[in-house]
Nanobody, 115 residues
């Protein structure tokens, strides 16, 4: 499974971005997809995840601001990020769980939020 991310950019605080993650296989093979992020000096942390049944989970720091979704026809997951803050600055990685045992990661996309 290959995951290709896009959408990272430099944005001002309060702005919005939408990240996309396209998977190279049918979404029916994928049990869950999500987004993690890693800022310099910090550990990688879960931002949001969505199962193939549509259940979602969010980090407390992004609840109410970020929305994760899936478009199965395009084998793509999205992360809509609103009301961005400087502390959201990080490299964002797409993640997929396939066959309940196999982890896959994207190459990462940089999100920078300026004050």
């Amino acid at each position: 499974v290959q995951l290709v991310e896009s959408g990272g950019a430099l944005v001002q605080a309060g702005g919005s971005l939408r990240l996309s993650c396209a998977a190279s296989v049918s979404s029916s093979s994928i049990n869950a997809m999500g987004w993690y992020r890693q800022a310099p000096g910090n550990q990688r942390e879960l931002v949001a995840a969505i199962t193939n049944g549509g259940r979602t989970n969010y980090a407390d720091s992004v609840k109410g601001r970020f929305i994760i979704s899936r478009e199965d026809a395009k084998n793509t997951a999205y992360l809509q990020m609103n009301s961005l803050k400087p502390e959201d600055t990080a490299v964002y990685y797409c993640y997929a769980l396939a066959d309940y045992t196999k982890d896959y990661w994207g190459q990462g996309t940089q999100v920078t939020v300026s004050t």
